[in-house]
């Protein structure tokens, strides 16, 4: 596993009840769980029900990236900040993505806070653009990651 590293992912925003078990099975499948013992569907369900935003962490997660529950994020409209610990062969980045973003944005991140970082070029580069503002406002968002996870009712068939 010389390309997996240690990997979270943070989700906020409504799901529809009818598509939990789908998601559930997408968080077993990345080893995703409430702490890094991995998955339980009991504790996993319990913070779903919590109001509060679904922190999760994974061991091994190759390439740091979490594809697919990141693509049913973007699908269901839930906003989602991942972090992982780099390895030798990259940097440790932060993704972040909500609602209205045509795709995730990413940055250099730190180990174990996830917290991104901006390289001198970068900053440069955002202050002759006039857009350092914006970028520091949506690395603030994408570091304290706003809002709760609920689990809603099933919309009626129509």
Not at 7 to 23: E, K, M, N, P, Y
């Amino acid at each position: 596993m010389s390309d997996h590293t240690a990997a979270r992912i943070t989700i906020a925003g409504s799901l529809s009840a009818d598509l939990v078990d789908h998601f559930l099975t997408l968080l077993a499948d990345e080893g995703l769980g409430i702490d890094y013992s991995g998955f339980d569907e009991a504790a996993i369900r319990a913070a779903l029900d919590s109001g509060a935003r679904l922190d999760l962490v994974a061991n091994g997660v190759a390439g740091g990236l979490f594809d697919e529950v990141e693509q049913f994020c973007r699908e269901n409209d839930l906003s989602y900040s991942r972090g992982d610990d780099g390895h030798y062969t990259w940097t440790p980045t932060v993704a972040f993505w909500e609602p209205g973003m045509e795709a995730p944005k990413e940055w250099t991140g730190s180990v174990d806070d996830h917290v991104p970082h901006l390289s001198v070029n970068e900053i440069a580069k955002h202050l002759s653009a006039g857009t350092l503002d914006a970028e520091l406002k949506l690395m603030k968002r994408a570091k304290n990651m706003p809002g709760t996870f609920s689990v809603v009712p099933a919309s009626p068939a129509p």
